[in-house]
C-alpha cells in the first residue's frame, strides 16, 4: 500500500508568518515565525495519518496548506503525484472537490440560519450539478445514511441549533462528503466534543477511510487517539517533524525523546495517580517550546531535551530511518561521534526499539 504514489503529498512544506506587522521599504525585512519548517507527509488512499503536536506545533497551519488556504513559503503539494498548487479559482474549485477539510468547531462551521436541508443542497449542487426532486432528495438520504444520521428523515428538516455538537460534526462530515473527496483533512475533530461522543466520530471517519477508500488526515494533540485510531503517525514540535511510523510503534516504542515526553504526559486510563507525568516532571524535561520567532539552528527540543549534546544545539538533525517505516529527527541515532546518547526503549513498555546509533543500517 504504501509503495504506491499517495494520493496527497508534501514535500519541504515550510510556512513563515511575517512578525510584527507589515514589511516597510528601506527598512530590514520584518522577522519571521516559522510555523512549519521543511515538513514532509504522505496521504494513502484507505489510510489514516495523524499529526500529533502541542499547540503552537504548526498542525493547523499543515492543514491549511495542505488545504490550499494559504500559500506556502516554500515546498511543494503533490496530488496523485503532480504538482497540486491551484492558480485561481477554478482551479482551487477543482482541488476542493478532491481534497475537503472538517474543522475542530461545527458550531462555527455551519450556518445556523439554515436547515441541514440547504447546507447539503448547497454542498451537493456545488459539486455534482443541478441535482433536483427524487434525485436530490435520494443523495440527501445517503449522506445522512454515510455519517450514520437514520433514519434521514429525522434530520433533514432540523435546524444547527436543533442538533448535538457531535450530530452538527456529523452534518459538516455529510457536506464534505457530497463532494466525493479522495481525502480528507480534519483539523481536530473531536476536540470540541464531548468526551463520550468523540469516540463515534472517530469511527465514523474509520468507516469512510474503509468503505470508501478515503485518505484521512486526522490532526490532534492526543496522541493517545492517534494509536487508536491512525494507521501512522507522524510527531510535530516547533513546525518540524520529530518522529514517523505505524501508530502502534510510534505510541508503544517512542523512539525521539520528544515522543517519549508526549506519551508519557498522555493521560493513561489506567494511570490514575498520573505518574507517567510525575516522572516526566522530575527527568527536569517541562518547559516550554522555543520561540518560533527566527530560532536558531540547532534541533529544537534541545533545550527540553534530556540527552541534548553539544552537536544537538549547533546542528538541525534531519530525519533519519531507523527500522523499516520509522523515522527519527534525532541526532542520537545517527552515525556522528559526537552523538548524544539516547537510551534504547520507551517510555511505556520497556525494550523493544533500536539504542541510540546503532540502527542506521
Ligand atoms: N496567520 C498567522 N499569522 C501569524 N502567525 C500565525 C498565523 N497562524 C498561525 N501562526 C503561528 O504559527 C504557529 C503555529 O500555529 P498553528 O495554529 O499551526 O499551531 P497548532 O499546532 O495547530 O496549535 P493549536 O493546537 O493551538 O491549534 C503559532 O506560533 C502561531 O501563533
Known sequence: MSHSTPVLAAHGL???FRAGGRRIAGRPPARAIHAVDGV??????????????????????????LAQLIPLTDGQVLLDGADARVRGRRAFRAYVRRVQMIFQ??????????????TLTRALRLHRGRLQGAQLEAALTELLERVHLTPAARYVDKYPHELSGGQRQRIA?????????????ADEPVSMLDVSIRLGILNLLAD??????????????????ARYFADRTTVLYAGQVMETGDSESVTQEPLHPYTRLLVASAPDPDDLAGAGAAAVRDQGTGGEPPSLVDPPPGCRFAPRCPYAADLCRRETPALIEVSAGRSAACWGYSEREDRPSVPAGAATSGGGSTSGGEGNA
Open 14 to 16: 515550510t510556512k513563515h
Open 40 to 65: 514532509d507527509l504522505e496521504l494513502h488512499r484507505g489510510q489514516v495519518l495523524a499529526v500529533v503536536g502541542e499547540s503552537g506545533s504548526g498542525k493547523s497551519t499543515v492543514a491549511r496548506l
Open 105 to 118: 468547531d461545527p458550531f462555527a462551521s455551519i450556518n445556523p440560519v439554515h436547515p441541514v436541508r440547504y
Open 173 to 185: 462530515i455529510a457536506r464534505a462528503l457530497a463532494a466525493e473527496p479522495e481525502v480528507l483533512l
Open 208 to 225: 469512510l477511510r474503509d468503505r470508501l477508500g478515503i485518505a484521512v488526515l486526522y490532526i490532534t494533540h492526543d496522541i493517545a487517539s
